[in-house]
T-cell receptor
Framework: EVQLVESGGDLVQPGRSLRLSCTAS????????MSWVRQAPGKGLEWVGV????????????AASVRDRFTISRDDSQSIAYLQMNSLKTEDTAVYYC???FGSGSYPLDYWGQGTLVTVSA | DIVMTQTPLSSPVTLGQPASISCRSS???????????LSWLQQRPGQPPRLLIY???NRFSGVPDRFSGSGAGTDFTLKISRVEAEDVGVYYC?????????FGQGTKVEIK
């Protein structure tokens, strides 16, 4: 059974940093790209970024709203994807989901975690 | 970026009656591999999104057959043949043809 579990959400002040983790199980993590998607309170879904597999060179892509502040990385040995968030702003307040993106025999965004809440406030 | 536009944004439905949601993309979603990566997600209250339909019309594992998807190019539709109480929630179309992934605004399905 595919499972994704996010952790690391917290209340932080503007300008500070936070790192989220997404721990995967039930599939060969290294064979799949992983995306982060966020949802501000009462709002819709916003894609944050993706990290491709090492086989695809592992490059990352980001939404314009977080580029230069957020960094996605991965540890295939531990089946974890990370979202490093720097220079946080109040508008980054949201539930952050990780989702499995493209990979062998899968469909983009086919599995999602339960999400972790990040609140940015003074 | 590809803009996804859904209509309606709210859909009050009587139990047992059909519901339909439209999604239009600002450009063609046909990928260079020939596939069209248009998906539909369901988000029940307090829950994370869940994949319902992928590549326009394919139901994901465990999705009831009252859900169906159709369309081509830039115009797509999600239909629920007979709405049940468990179908209440917000439905999003999303394109995964290219990055950045983009989503429609969401359509809230509620029971009248």
């Amino acid at each position: 059974e595919v499972q994704l579990v996010e952790s690391g959400g917290d209340l932080v002040q503007p300008g500070r940093s936070l790192r989220l983790s997404c721990t995967a199980s039930g599939f060969t993590f290294g064979d799949y790209a992983m995306s982060w998607v966020r949802q501000a309170p009462g709002k819709g879904l916003e894609w944050v970024g993706v990290i491709r597999t090492k086989a695809h060179g592992g490059p990352t892509e980001y939404a314009a709203s977080v580029r230069d502040r957020f960094t996605i990385s991965r540890d295939d040995s531990q089946s974890i994807a990370y979202l490093q968030m720097n220079s946080l702003k109040t508008e980054d307040t949201a539930v952050y989901y990780c989702a499995r993106d493209f990979g062998s025999g899968s469909y983009p965004l086919d599995y999602w975690g339960q999400g972790t809440l990040v609140t940015v406030s003074a | 970026d590809i803009v996804m536009t859904q209509t309606p944004l709210s859909s009050p439905v009587t139990l047992g009656q059909p519901a339909s949601i439209s999604c239009r993309s600002s450009q063609s979603l046909v990928h260079s591999d020939g596939n069209t990566y248009l998906s539909w997600l369901q988000q029940r209250p307090g829950q994370p999104p869940r994949l319902l339909i992928y590549k326009i019309s394919n139901r994901f594992s465990g999705v009831p057959d009252r859900f169906s998807g159709s369309g081509a190019g830039t115009d797509f539709t999600l239909k629920i043949s007979r709405v049940e109480a468990e179908d209440v929630g917000v439905y999003y179309c999303t394109q995964t043809t290219q990055f950045p992934r983009t989503f429609g605004q969401g359509t809230k399905v509620e029971i009248k």
